[in-house]
């Protein structure tokens, strides 16, 4: 068979990313619940749900939007769970020292996670608190992270495993999340750069004082759909509706009371009900993606004596923004 061209290969990537694009990110209730009953009825690795799911049962729905929903379905059973979990953690290590002698391969803990529904990181976790009776939790993180100062190799072999097997816990998860955040920050900044929005990021808003802050506040509020928008949260994550409620709560609400009303993007989506609940009154839009220039409206700040004010809807901008304040204190 011929090797495939180079225009046959941009032809299938292209064809590759529109799929990608089409794949459903907001989700209504049945949708949802549907996904949500999956992942705690699967009896398995996270790693193997996620996998069935993206490839298999889901389809139609983006990969990272049901990976965001299982890593929120999967640590509501652990916060739940764990005291029963830590009941057991001395059955956990008897089961490991037992059989340990009969397994060649560094696959014992990954076995024993799965017979009793508990991730692998949480079990390691369990099994080196009991084993090591650690005093400060930087102990037991230190372990987990570099695995090879764990004094038993059996052990040392089957958390090392652990690690790289657990799709939803521990550093190397961890360091993945972090990344992703901040990859998505960065495109949130990129797609404000492009719109020519003035803005302070949350290094120039934490030198002026602000201890809570969105990763971009507008230097000059614009419009979206005859609304003020003042700030963007980058959230790269699902927003279902207890999700967005603990962020309105922990931070979305304070940004509200300190700069005006803004917007909240999920990159992997959200619940359709989100943007609807009655907490978001304070001033809360709800998106999945950075919103359409076609759906914006900003002042011309080129001009001193000629402020030209968007396409349409002059008025009502006016109306807007002559009731708020600048960061610096001065009327608009």
């Known amino acids: 068979m011929a090797a495939c061209t180079s225009a046959e290969k941009t032809?299938?990537?292209?064809?590759?990313?529109?799929?990608?694009?089409?794949?459903?990110?907001?989700?209504?209730?049945?949708?949802?619940?549907?996904?949500c009953k999956y992942i705690q009825n699967y009896h398995g690795l996270a790693t193997d749900c996620e996998m069935e799911?993206?490839?298999?049962?889901?389809?139609?729905?983006?990969?990272?939007?049901?990976?965001?929903?299982?890593?929120?379905?999967?640590?509501?059973?652990?916060?739940?769970?764990?005291?029963?979990?830590e009941a057991k953690a001395k059955k956990y290590l008897q089961a490991f020292e037992d059989q340990v002698a009969t397994h060649p391969l560094p696959t014992l803990l990954l076995k024993i996670a799965c017979l009793e529904a508990i991730s692998p990181m949480t079990l390691c976790r369990l099994i080196l608190q009991q084993k090591y009776k650690f005093q400060h939790k930087s102990e037991l993180s230190r372990l987990l992270k570099y695995p090879y100062l764990i004094d038993d190799a059996k052990l040392a072999a089957n958390v090392a495993q652990c690690m790289c097997s657990d799709s939803q816990d521990g550093p190397l998860v961890d360091l993945r999340r972090r990344i992703l955040g901040e990859e998505y920050e960065f495109k949130l900044k990129q797609m404000a750069q492009a719109a020519n929005m003035h803005y302070h990021e949350e290094s120039d808003l934490r030198r002026l004082g602000y201890d809570k802050t969105p990763d971009i506040k507008m230097i000059v509020p614009f419009l979206y759909k005859s609304e003020v928008v003042n700030w963007i949260e980058s959230k790269a994550c699902f927003g279902d509706i207890k999700t967005h409620k603990w962020y309105i709560q922990q931070q979305l609400n304070s940004y509200c009371n300190r700069f005006g009303a803004g917007i909240v993007i999920y990159w992997f989506g959200y619940h359709e009900e989100t943007p609807h609940i009655a907490d978001n009154n304070v001033g809360i839009t709800v998106l999945a993606e950075f919103p359409s220039t076609e759906d914006m409206i900003f002042l011309n700040l080129a001009d001193d004596d000629n402020v030209y004010i968007g396409p349409t809807s002059a008025s009502a901008l006016e109306v807007k923004l002559n009731k708020m304040e600048i960061n610096d204190g001065s009327q608009v």
């Open 53 to 85: 799911m993206v490839q298999r049962i889901f389809t139609d729905i983006d990969k990272q939007t049901l990976k965001s929903i299982q890593q929120t379905e999967l640590n509501t059973r652990l916060r739940s769970q764990h005291f029963n979990y």
């Open 11 to 35: 032809i299938t990537k292209t064809c590759e990313n529109k799929i990608k694009m089409n794949k459903k990110r907001i989700l209504n209730a049945t949708e949802y619940i549907s996904i």
